[in-house]
């Protein structure tokens, strides 16, 4: 072969400076014709790094990978038993070129993207690594005292998870920690740093950071590809009911149509971008390139704020829900107004810088009139009502300290004026509620107050699973499913068998009821063959009060906010705690449990689980904290039956309640009065 490629060289000296398609044909298809193939087996002809064909300074990457697809295309269309093996990064182009004719019919295509198997090729890869480095001579001093073999196994699946499929990244870490003039754990121990901090060593992944460069700059609008980069990473994928993520993100940006995915085309390397309407979280390939693009020692200009970027997808949202409040809007059941609705009070608010743009949003933004438009009808109001804000004060404390001190009285006064806001849709609700003949909200409050709970119980629904939906049932009539706590909404079975019951039946009139709720709340995950009751008496006194917001009972405790609807007054609220601690079923029979679980007489999953009573605890701590103040009569309770509360939870190892808890007491005790658990 090398004697023709000579020949034909000393034929045409100037061959190198033709057309790369003469160059092929001359220097290579020619001289394989001119060779007895025959029986001759197909030879294989690697290329690797298609993607890395970038030209000289000034060229187009795409049109210079695309001169070698040509010239691919042309060799493998000679008739000659060749067989060629193409390494590439997935660019979009080049995707596009190998799905499409004439080069699919011929093409297989093979993904080195995260497999479950590659996980464990590295993880076999890992381990020989780590049994050579210990082998070492240089090493023998250094490692001499720790257990064989090393290092600990959360090492291995820290690594393998940052790693996601790459072996560029596993091989740069066994670099680091095999480097010849240090100490292997401690060089371990600072990967590891880096790991859980990756703006903290910015050149420790520097091979893999240049990678990440390069990519990026294949795009040539960067502004707009980080723009998008950053809505993509930080959307919600929880919003089930969104069909079209490409179309909610090109409409909330006020973008033409493909705009955003075409931002992206220089990623699809690093970014899932054609899955992404069915993706179920960030769609990176790579953890280690989050961790670059959110590090802007390590990313540059390149580097993406998630909080601002939240921020403006969060103002994307506003400005959404500021369409559906035109009279004549008909675009509330479109993907974007579904995804504003959903999205940005769980998912944007929470991790939002406070900026101006957003607080401009926030100031003008009249809750009242959108929750007027968007729930006309009064079953649907206070759905809209807990599931759309809670009463929530809008910005966390970690949010006003983290942003400037000229920006945080404007927070607050926003959040006083949203606060306001909302108290005024709730009002509008009761009052409208207050006015129904049945006012079962009021009717099932006076109840949950009442001595003997009469006609109230626990209706324990179950989801389909082993999972329930605790709620409450007034003679049959089971309250709206938007007054139940959506965070705590699901009880295991095993968690709770004093709460859900194995089987049990409604009555005539309470299917009736039933039947009558389940036309007015449409979907729902009730079943007619099955809805069990138990009995408030059955319970621990107080637990029926769980299913209810704690904001929403907020609301209700503060007669400045709810006014004439002021239903759980201070009276009602000692009257509880009194019960709650004092009543057979309450306290004492948890401290009861909590006493053999910490003697080791009971197991916790024989008796239910140690979670079990979480839910009693955390009503015990809302309604402390509800309490005013300057009671005599609250401050005798709680000093009186406070260390057993403590010991409950100190055995059930609520360690969290137990912080809540004493600082609650603590406003109703007399000054230097210290709550311990000794009894």
């Known amino acids: 072969m090398l004697p023709r490629i000579e020949q034909a060289i000393r034929r045409n000296p100037l061959i190198f400076t033709k057309a790369p398609e003469v160059q092929l044909d001359q220097l290579i298809v020619s001289p394989c014709r001119s060779l007895d193939l025959q029986g001759l087996p197909h030879?294989?002809?690697?290329?690797?790094?298609?993607?890395e064909c970038i030209g000289t300074a000034d060229s187009d990457r795409e049109q210079e990978q695309e001169i070698v697809l040509t010239l691919l295309l042309s060799l493998v269309s000679s008739n000659l038993p060749l067989t060629v093996l193409l390494c590439s990064r997935a660019e979009e182009w080049l995707k596009a070129a190998f799905q499409g004719e004439p080069l699919s019919p011929m093409t297989e295509l093979l993904s080195l993207g995260w497999t479950a198997k590659a996980?464990?090729?590295?993880?076999?890869?890992?381990?020989?690594?780590?049994?050579r480095i210990c082998a070492r001579p240089r090493n023998r001093d250094s490692m001499r005292y720790f257990d064989k073999p090393w290092p600990p196994f959360h090492v291995y699946e820290v690594i393998v998870g940052k790693a996601s499929g790459q072996y560029v990244f596993v091989t740069t870490a066994i670099r680091f920690i095999?480097?010849?003039?240090?100490?292997?754990?401690?060089?371990?121990?600072?990967?590891?740093?880096?790991?859980?901090?990756?703006?903290?060593?910015?050149?420790?992944?520097?091979?893999?950071?240049?990678?990440?460069?390069?990519?990026?700059?294949?795009?040539?609008?960067?502004?707009?590809?980080?723009?998008?980069?950053?809505?993509?990473i930080c959307f919600d994928y929880t919003v089930k009911s969104v069909s079209d993520r490409w179309d909610v993100l090109d409409t909330l940006s006020q973008r033409s149509p493909g705009e955003s995915y075409q931002a992206l085309r220089g990623l699809h390397s690093v970014v899932d971008v054609e899955n992404l309407n069915w993706s179920e979280k960030q769609?990176?390939?790579?953890?280690?390139?989050?961790?670059?693009?959110?590090?802007?020692?390590?990313?540059?200009?390149?580097?993406?704020?998630?909080?601002?970027?939240?921020?403006?997808?969060?103002?994307?949202?506003?400005?959404?829900?500021?369409?559906?409040?035109?009279?004549?809007?008909?675009?509330?059941?479109?993907?974007?107004?579904?995804?504003?609705f959903y999205a940005w009070r769980h998912h944007h608010l929470p991790e939002a810088a406070i900026t101006e743009p957003l607080l401009n949003r926030l100031s003008c933004f009249d809750f009242k009139q959108w929750f007027s438009i968007k729930s006309p009808q009064l079953p649907q109001r206070i759905t809209a009502l807990l599931q759309w804000v809670w009463g929530h004060g809008l910005f966390s404390f970690q949010q006003l300290e983290s942003s400037p001190e000229s920006q945080r009285e404007r927070a607050r006064s926003c959040t006083a004026s949203f606060r306001?806001?909302?108290?005024?849709?709730?009002?509008?609700?009761?009052?409208?509620?207050?006015?129904?003949?049945?006012?079962?909200?009021?009717?099932?409050?006076?109840?949950?107050?009442?001595?003997?709970f009469e006609s109230l119980s626990v209706v324990a629904v179950p989801d389909g699973g082993s999972a329930y939906y605790p709620s409450l049932s007034l003679a049959g009539e089971i309250i709206p499913v938007s007054l139940n706590d959506s965070y705590l909404m699901y009880w295991s079975e095993n968690a709770t068998p004093d709460i859900i019951p194995p089987t049990g039946s409604l009555s005539a009139g309470a299917l009736e009821a039933h039947k009558r709720f389940d036309e007015?709340?449409?979907?729902?995950?009730f079943t007619k063959d099955t809805l069990p009751m138990v009995p408030i008496v059955q319970q621990n006194f107080g637990i029926h009060l769980h299913v209810f917001f704690p904001s929403f009972l907020e609301f209700l405790a503060d007669p400045q906010r709810s006014k004439h609807h002021c239903?759980?007054?201070?009276?009602?609220?000692?009257?509880?705690?009194?019960?709650?601690?004092?009543?057979?079923?309450?306290?004492?029979?948890?401290?009861?449990?909590?006493?053999?679980w910490s003697q080791g007489h009971q197991e916790p999953a024989k008796a239910g689980g140690q979670y079990m009573y979480a839910q009693w605890f955390r009503v015990l701590c809302i309604f402390t904290e509800l309490a005013v103040p300057g009671s005599h009569e609250l401050g005798d309770i709680l000093k009186h039956h406070g260390s057993a509360v403590l010991l409950a939870l100190k055995n059930l190892g609520y360690t969290h309640m137990t912080k809540r808890f004493k600082v609650a007491a603590g406003r109703h005790l007399p000054d230097g009065y210290l709550l311990t658990c000794n009894l």
């Open 567 to 596: 239903y759980i007054t201070q009276d009602r609220i000692r009257w509880l705690l009194r019960n709650m601690l004092e009543n057979p079923t309450g306290l004492p029979a948890i401290l009861s449990v909590s006493v053999s």
């Open 43 to 51: 030879q294989l002809i690697i290329i690797d790094g298609l993607d």
């Open 283 to 340: 769609p990176l390939f790579h953890a280690s390139f989050f961790d670059f693009i959110t590090s802007e020692s390590r990313a540059g200009t390149y580097f993406i704020d998630l909080r601002l970027s939240h921020a403006q997808m969060l103002c994307k949202c506003i400005d959404r829900l500021h369409l559906i409040m035109h009279p004549t809007a008909d675009i509330i059941l479109q993907d974007p107004s579904i995804y504003a």
């Open 420 to 452: 306001s806001s909302y108290d005024e849709a709730m009002l509008v609700f009761l009052d409208q509620e207050a006015s129904h003949t049945s006012n079962i909200l009021k009717r099932l409050l006076d109840a949950c107050f009442s001595e003997s």
């Open 178 to 232: 095999d480097d010849r003039w240090s100490v292997p754990w401690k060089q371990l121990e600072i990967l590891m740093s880096s790991l859980k901090r990756p703006s903290a060593g910015p050149a420790l992944f520097s091979s893999i950071d240049n990678l990440y460069l390069d990519i990026l700059k294949s795009c040539p609008n960067a502004n707009l590809m980080l723009e998008v980069l950053g809505e993509v």
């Open 520 to 525: 007015e709340t449409k979907p729902h995950v």
């Open 119 to 131: 996980d464990e090729d590295i993880w076999h890869y890992l381990n020989k690594e780590f049994e």
